[in-house]
């Protein structure tokens, strides 16, 4: 796909075009350098070839839909290995193993944290009716949950958290205006760690804007995004709790 | 004006109507006696009461409170308040900025009758007044100006910060929006006051405060002229200050206030007693104020599956009718809410969708309906998603909606971008002019999919109504009847600011309201 | 199967057809007069000629245009290859190599006709059967796989390189496309030889060679089994080399073919004897084939007004039809064409444009009427384009189309993407489930827009047709009766390729064809 | 706008916060990698707090919907002033213009050359019938018009102008795809110096990706993109012819 090994670069139509599309306002009136701004701002994006195909004035604002070839490749070289997704394991073989492995059930703890109240994607993984057509976690004999609900504060959960022995603990985060869910992951860790919580505790974040890469960046033991079913976490749980036996 | 597509069961239709006018009836009865803080903290914004304390503690709290923690608030805030007028020998407003600084109203000593009750008489009158000068401006620039064809487009502004807001609400007017919805700041609704002043924090939405209120229909008001159409306003008269907003918006002339008998209760965990007082009040102050209310009926089809619960929606508009009623709104006030969310993955699901919007805008013909668009379905392929938008315009101009809430392309990623609801708009004015008159071209077959599920919506209302009667709606909600929530009657925020009316208690505001509406006793 | 939403008067159905025919009958005496150096070089191709000279000139061009040169090709060029043969020993490859190599067929000494006439009963059926094999083939795997259901995605692929082609579309076939079509390169049509082998560089679309098609049709093939549905694979047999493609296209088990009576005169300036001798022939091998042929009656608008024209593509849709039937071809394969390119900005557009998708749809019930997107009111907007394109896949799952061809999001700007055609895809999936049976459940007012609209196309297409009947086709497409386009009979290219057939002209290839369609002679 | 004079910045919601969308395909399977690569590439274009939206496995290539704040501005001040418009003269003060100032009429010979064979965007301008509601140049008394249709080799246009004295010669090209428009507009400018034509004549170029900018690097004298009117183009060269005398 690429000249160089591990080089990626954009696909439109022929390996390697570089074809990128873009959208944006500028605070400019609509006209020959406002469309003549757009394209130099393109060009400091790295693309080249440019073509603004649609210009609309928006009273003193201008929204731009531009295509072009990007000059910039990806080395897939750089972006360390992550497991991709936990081995597809079936509801009974995640109870079997935590069965046979740990002998107990797993305790989770889960809740929107901050002032979030979208408890939806948490509700989906977290309770009897799942989501995608799988049961959620309090289905599975052997979790035991606590689902906090919406808008709980970090010390509220984590004090949840140690009151019934959990092992994990599993924080939503939906409002990503301003930041709001960086602020909340980021104080959670901090209280975990302060409190001397963390080692002892699997923590996972997700939300529609949450990945791998972003929660332990962040400190977390793993980041779900869109579209997680309840079995993925759970597989991940069991497998995690075996690794840390 | 309704194009009768759908053949419907006017024995049954009647039915519901009856049920849900009982079901009323009897949280109507159970209103009547109570009063709540907010309501109070109204009287006090109606007697001119404004501004904050050192603290930053709004002035109709700080009055409120006092009267509350001394134990008289089951008296109502207007005898301590006119009672200290005459004591005093100043306004209202004079008299909260002593309390601000450390007055108890109820260590006053009391004033001759006849004297406090002419202080009510003086200032119930002129607040209502201003409200309804206030009605007879919009009603005259609206006149003068038209207001756009129905469906009125609707969109929502919420940066969080009001001037921006200005500038994205005034962008949109000039690119076809009818009505322009500030939404509120992430939990303003469980705030138990009124921030004060021109905000420019917020998440989500922007803080819905009297001068936020000013400044926003101060520009509209303005690009109203220059797009030669009358643009409206729209806020939250919902959340623990329900009726203070009411007042609010009734003096700084908003046209539209999101206002729902039962939303506090199930989404926002309010007292439904609080709930049920502060909506009773709010609605009297909407109504007379000329305001049209948008009820909250699309949020059960946030959680809940739009195929399976549409029935849940209709009792919840013929219940919202009925408490609207006794409230002294008129029918063209009637903004019931429904929601374009099914399943984009529903082999006919557009079809499914028509026969409800088109069974609800049969059924209350005169009502201005609001259509909410898809959200839950939205996700963050925003090609689609505008798709999924251009269905929900067909499905409304089809089926002759009033109040069209713009879907926006990227409903699963932000609240909109200045461009994305530009976007919406050239959506809605293509699908909605490219197919303006399909509504009164087509019949539905009598034997088909759309008029068989039409049918069994309505019988399921029927039923379902039947059983809340039987519950009482508070038993009902108790049961998780709506939305799967389940809502105990002595639950809920704000249940302290629940006060029995003691026998001396009077709200002449309301009383006064009443008269007005023609409401009898 | 086809939903009849409208009212259509049937006597003016007929009148219409008849005139059709009575144009086509009128056309096809004339057409019986001439051959054509495609016609011939398709024989040449049948013989199973193949390859290119050393300067590259395909051999079939060879072997035609020197028998062309020296005035013997009004016998047909069937008659030269076979005494050649005869004369020398060869298959008629080897003929052609030889004539590549300086050979001359006109300097050969006639030969016994018992002994060349075997040479023809040996070949034509060989390569009749061929073909035959090819649509037996044909036929079973979609027995075995099935074809997706209509109305059938049809989505294009543009590179210009055959290879990168293959990818777009089993990315296509993957993600849902029922047929794919390799669109040529910019200017192909206008070629007097098709070129040879496998092509990576084309403008705007790939070189249509029968090298390519076999690529093409392989990669299908597979992804068929991977996907578990048969998928189309189309071209263009169209242009100054119509008839030939169409036997590398039957060779090739191709399954659709873009393939017009008119199209090539009006839109390439090409001569009206000509395409009407070539159309014939192609027609007659796409009938046997087994292949669904596409008219062009979209180019109509893409210069044209939708709502004005309206009825110059049903009038050219019922010429298509009759003209189809005479070349043997069955009414399951006339893919006539229309298109949604109403002005966006029209009121009530939508309602116009189903009214003549359902017009179409109801007039040839039997036909796998092929639908094309909008185009030319496409901008550099690709998220209006987007809603454009829906509401065209709901136009055609309301009026039961056949074959839909995908609107991409990015028409105004380049040929598809590879994501672009996903997101096209998922867009009309999306749409088409979600309307599914809104066909089937709706009837149009008797008096109202749509059906009124019907009506007056029918009125205009009767009047239409009896002008050109009265002119004649050729008169009356010299008198710029369709597309506003004048095209004289005398000029327009490859007028030299038209050759008035000599007493002994014969063509046993055509002979043999229409013994095996039933054609009369 | 922005804090410094004349830099601006992209806006989605609040002044300058730099939000633009991006849209691309990737040659690598969807996944958790494939969602770092294209936040990296997304960052290399500029872009900071990434958010992937939308993640679609096209087999073997995926397709990303994101959004970001880029971090680049363009300057204002560096964007050379053009004449934003002609001044809008109406039909009639186009004609009395020419009339009054050069007393003849302006010679335009127009063509869509190479292989392109898009004549409407041409014909819109030069033919009677015109567009969006306005009357082409053929429809002016003082205008003189020649339109050659499609398909037209450089030569040809260059040799009709000549024959028949052209003051102004238009060319249309639509078809971009490997840069068809860039090697046939550049060849007509070529030809045209070689031919010792060039000073003598208006050459204007139009099409969707054509712009004032484009057409003036080319060495055209003018370049006209989508929407453009009739009167426009009249207006333009009754100026231009003026601005010659
Ligand atoms: C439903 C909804 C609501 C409902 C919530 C009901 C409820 N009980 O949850 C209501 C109506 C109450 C609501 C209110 C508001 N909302 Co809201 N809402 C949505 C909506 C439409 C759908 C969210 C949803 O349910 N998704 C479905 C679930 C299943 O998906 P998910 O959350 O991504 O979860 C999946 C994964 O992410 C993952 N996951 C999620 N959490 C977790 C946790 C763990 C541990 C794991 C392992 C996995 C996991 O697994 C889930 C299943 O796959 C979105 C728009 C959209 N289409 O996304 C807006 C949206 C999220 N809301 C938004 C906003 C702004 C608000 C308000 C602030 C608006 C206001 N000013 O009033 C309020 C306030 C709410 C608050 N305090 O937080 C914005 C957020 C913008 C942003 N990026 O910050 C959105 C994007 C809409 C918009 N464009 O403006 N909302
Ligand atoms: C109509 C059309 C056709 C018609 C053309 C009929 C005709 N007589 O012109 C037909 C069907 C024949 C056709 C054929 C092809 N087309 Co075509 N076609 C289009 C379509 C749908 C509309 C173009 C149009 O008419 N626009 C309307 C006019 C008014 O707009 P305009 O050209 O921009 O002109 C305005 C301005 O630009 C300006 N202007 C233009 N020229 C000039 C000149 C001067 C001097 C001035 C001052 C101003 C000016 O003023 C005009 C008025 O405002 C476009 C897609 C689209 N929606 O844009 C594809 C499109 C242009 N075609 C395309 C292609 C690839 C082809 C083919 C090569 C396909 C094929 N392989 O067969 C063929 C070959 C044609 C060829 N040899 O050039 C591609 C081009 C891709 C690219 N970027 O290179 C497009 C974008 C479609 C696509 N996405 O694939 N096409
Ligand atoms: C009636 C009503 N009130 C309020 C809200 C939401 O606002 P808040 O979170 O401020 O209660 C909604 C939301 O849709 C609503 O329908
Ligand atoms: C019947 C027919 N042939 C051919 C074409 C276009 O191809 P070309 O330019 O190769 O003639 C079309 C275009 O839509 C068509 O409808």
Redesign the pocket.
Known sequence: MAANGNLIRPYGSTPGDGQVQVSFTLPIKAGARAREAAKQLAGKMGLSDVQVVHMKDLHGFTYFILYGSVVHAVDLDRIPQVEEEELALSFDQINGLIEQELGRQIVVV?A?TG????????????NMKG??GEYGLERYPMFDTYNLG??VPNEVLLAKAREVGADAV????????RN??LKNLTELIEMAEAEGLRQDLII???????DQFLATELGFD?????????R??AAYLAQEMVRRL | MVNELLVLDQKKVDQARDLARAIAQNVQREIELNTTVSIERTAARLYGIDGVDRFGVPLPNVVVDQVLEAGGLDRGISYWLANAVVALGKTPQAVAEACGEGLNLCSLPPQDPEKWAAVEREYVPKALDAIFEQRKKREAAKERLGVGSEPLKYVIV?TGNIFADVEQAKTAARHGADVIAV???????LLDYVPYGTTTE????TYATQANFKVMRQALDEVSEEVGRYIQLVN?CSGLCMPEIAAMGALERLDMMLNDAMYGIL?RDINMDRTFADQYFSRMINAYAGIIINTGED?YL??ADAYEEAHTVLASNFINEQLGLAAGLENWQLGLGHAFEMDPKLKNGFLYEVAVAQTIRQIFPQAPLKYMPP?????GDIFMGHVQNAMFNLASVITGQSIHLLG?L???????HVADRVLSLENARYVMENARDLGSEISFKRDGIIQKRSEEIVDRVVEFLQEIKQLGLQGAISAGYFADIKRPRLGGRGRDGVIKKGLDYSNPFLTELKKRLGLGE
Request: charged letters at 10%; glycine letters at 16%; aromatic letters at 6%.
């Open positions: 889960g929107c002032t979030d109240a979208h408890t939806v994607g948490l509700d989906a993984i977290m989501y995608g919406s808008q599993l924080v939503s985060q939906v409002v990503t205006e709001a869910h996972i974040a997700g939300g529609p804007r949450i793993a980041g779900f995004g869109p579209g997680t079913t309840p993925q976490v | 919420a939404i509120r700041t992430t939990g303003q609704s917020g998440v989500g939405g939250y989404f949020n946030t959680t959200t839950k379905h939205m996700t926006m990227t409903e699963a990623i932000h609240t909109p």
